[in-house]
């Protein structure tokens, strides 16, 4: 379990000022440096669900985990309706692999103009619609932090007609062993009538993480009573363990909330009745401050151990609908 939260570094983490920042995936690359892939859209657009249609995933960087990050380049950019992610790249996860980077994303498309300032998208737009229905998981993969990325012309994991991911799948969650093979962890919805049902998880393994992915589970992972979303999952000494976003508060205590679980094959879970992280954060100036959002959980491990939990996190009231800034923080773990 996670536990030590130390203060967070006010002017850590990762913003910019004219965009919508969210997830947030950090990897130490070769150069010592700590890499951010994070995702952004313009404030232009509505923060939701501006990132349908608009987000890139880029690359910002720190001489230190916490921050304060730079940006440096667009890593994902859009490349065209024809691809499956040729509209928007979000959610991305970063790992690195013996000599390779692996990054992890959800990728969507659709055939329509682009969302321009003050044309009316919003939830009830077409692009808004056709693009959350076409969300899928891929995979890019380099040799090194700086690119080139080679993405590929398909996802890795698509949707199944008929079950319970048979709308859309996103928010991939890898755990990567020591041989190439891979646990991935997902969201997912299934279509009910014209629209679809509530989030999901589930889980595919690849022999290698080139693939192919097989879906292993036939059911969603957690019953319909566990509304869940962000997975995360890492290995430890006796099976698997994974921290996930609370959407009710039912299952850890708070609404937006962090919950625990615990798997020794990774297909069979229990959910541990507790508090994995909250959102009321202290800062390193000894204020605390209950986060809009604190979501999209991603833990950095150095030598085998957690040492920093990266979160998207917003100034909002409501979540991020009264949002006026979103931005990627990073709260230090004590070392045991």
Known sequence: MLKNFLPAPRNGGFQMEDYWVWCGSAVQGDDGKFHLFASRWPKS????????????????????PEGPY?????????????????????????VKHKDKYLLFYMG??????????????????????VARANK???????????????????????TRPGKFDSFLTSNPAPCIA??????????????EGNGHAKMTFGAARADHYEGPYRV?????????????????????????????????????G????????????????????SLAYSRKVTWDNGTTQTMGNLERPFLL?????????????SDGTKGFHDATQTWNMVIPLAHE
Not at 81 to 93: C, F, I, K, L, V
Request: charged share 20%.
């Open 136 to 158: 899928r998981i891929g995979l890019a993969v380099s040799h090194s932090v700086f690119g080139p990325w080679q993405r590929r012309d398909e996802p890795i994991v698509s």
């Open 45 to 64: 657009l509505p923060m939701h669900p501006g990132w349908l249609v608009s987000s890139e995933i880029v690359r910002a960087v720190s001489d230190q």
């Open 301 to 313: 491990f150095q030598n085998g151990k957690p040492t920093h939990l990266f979160a998207a996190t």
């Open 70 to 94: 730079t940006f440096q380049e667009v890593v994902l950019p859009a490349r065209g309706a024809e691809y499956w992610d040729g509209r928007s790249t979000h959610n991305p996860h970063i």
């Open 254 to 273: 708070e609404k937006y909330g962090g919950v625990y679980a615990f798997s020794k094959d990774g297909m069979n879970w229990e959910i541990h009745p």
């Open 108 to 129: 969507s498309t659709h055939p329509f103009p682009d969302p321009i300032e003050g044309d009316g998208y919003g939830l009830q737009d077409p692009r808004c619609i």
């Open 216 to 252: 292993m589970s036939e059911n969603p992972l957690f019953p319909p009573d566990a509304h869940l979303e962000d997975p995360f999952v890492w290995r430890t000494d006796d099976g698997y363990a994974m921290i996930a976003k609370d959407m009710d508060g039912d299952l850890s």
């Open 178 to 191: 020591e041989d190439g093979s891979v646990l991935l962890i997902y969201k997912a919805r299934q279509y």
